[in-house]
């Protein structure tokens, strides 16, 4: 199948195929991921590998698609993807009015607030997808992940190659915080309110008396973040740049879902 839409994906750009010859072939994957057969992005060998040929079909799936009227009893839309259909048989709770698209897969025992998940987003088992949260296309959230209100989870289709935003199990995200541009969250994470990572934001481990060691990108297993903000000199004088701090570790007595509260209370964060 990797081979086969790839081959589709290219000789479309190159106009020497026409869509409606592989509806068939494009459809079916949009069904396997919906289903959560398939994911745009998945660790294998204790590595997060990125199936570009899956992020292709979701694109040429797009092209297939005319905006029309979709119902959802008393409201309705106007787009060119379609919602999932829940039937309750799912395990998975849907706060009205939560959107998730046709696409995305949401695992048993998550819950979704009034949220939305795009197309090739990934939601795992037991996560909370809060008030005003959004799972961007292709973002993968682990299981037992809590994205508090507001939280906004980036998406990427293009380039295929790049890779989506990745939160693994038992991250907590607190309230309004900001997440894009293939940022990784490792398992267990702590971000209080109103932290925002993007490819380039200083990640700046500040528990260490030797002084800060700086990342960027990807945030350690278990790190407890919060907002910073880092002095710049620019042409018309010095000013504070956002970044994020590592003020801390998660301890094993705050590893399960139930005592996110009290990490935070711990290092006096705000949720």
Known sequence: ????????????????????????????????????????????DNQWITHEW???AILLYFKTQNSTLLDSGSMNYFDKIPMKKWTGQEGVRVVPPAVARFGSFVAKGAILMPSFVNI?????????????????????????????????????LEPAQAQ??????????????????????????VLGAGVTLTSSTKIINVTSSAGPKITKGTVPANSVV??????????????GVPC???????????NKKTSLNQVLRDFNITV
């Open 164 to 189: 989506p935003v990745i939160v693994e199990d038992d991250c907590f995200i607190g309230s309004r915080c900001i997440v894009v541009e293939g940022v990784h969250l490792e398992p267990g994470v």
């Open 226 to 239: 919060i907002p910073g903000v880092e002095n710049k000199t620019f042409a018309a004088g010095e000013f």
């Open 54 to 56: 899956i992020k292709k």
């Open 120 to 156: 090739g987003a990934y939601v795992g088992s037991g996560s909370m997808i809060d008030t005003w949260a959004t799972v961007g296309s292709c973002a993968q959230i682990g299981s037992n992940v809590h994205l508090s209100g507001g939280v906004g989870i980036g998406g990427v």
């Open 1 to 44: 199948m990797k081979t086969q839409i790839t081959e589709i994906y290219e000789k479309i750009m190159r106009g020497e195929e026409a869509l409606s010859a592989n509806l068939e072939t494009i459809h079916s994957i949009i069904h396997k991921l919906d289903q959560g057969e398939i994911r745009v992005c998945e660790k294998i």
């Open 244 to 254: 994020a701090l590592i003020i801390g570790q998660r301890q094993e007595s705050t």
